[in-house]
């Protein structure tokens, strides 16, 4: 079991910047794939980016270039840095931890709401 608490949600205005952090506790971080979803009023939760155990990452179009994702093992987090916001990006964003082998674990944080907006 890994329980996921995302904080660094907020209003920020159009061309700022914020840094998500996803706290994961419970089980052995470094083997999971983490990944940053998100869900916007009346759309499909989408992801945004990803890293592997490896280091590995994956980014949707619309974010490459303005997001980076990372992680650190030793504090069993992972971040998302966000610059250049635009309000396109508005919606709740959510923390993932999967991983399978002859099963799927698949976790999900609470979710943090990030605004951008003047």
């Known amino acids: 079991q890994v329980q996921l608490v995302e904080s660094g949600g907020g209003l920020v205005q159009p061309g700022g910047s914020l840094r998500l952090s996803c706290a994961a506790s419970g089980s052995i971080f470094s083997i999971y794939t983490m990944g940053w979803y998100r869900q916007a009023p009346g759309k499909q939760r989408e992801l945004v980016a990803s890293i592997g155990s490896g280091g590995s990452t994956n980014y949707v179009d619309s974010v490459k270039g303005r997001f980076t994702i990372s992680r650190d093992n030793t504090k069993n987090t992972v971040y998302l840095q966000m610059i250049s916001l635009n309000p396109e990006d508005t919606a709740v964003y959510y923390c993932?931890?999967?991983?399978?082998?002859?099963?799927?674990?698949?976790?999900w944080g609470q979710g943090t709401q990030v605004t951008v907006s003047s």
């Open positions: 993932n931890a999967y991983r399978r082998d002859w099963k799927i674990y698949d976790y």
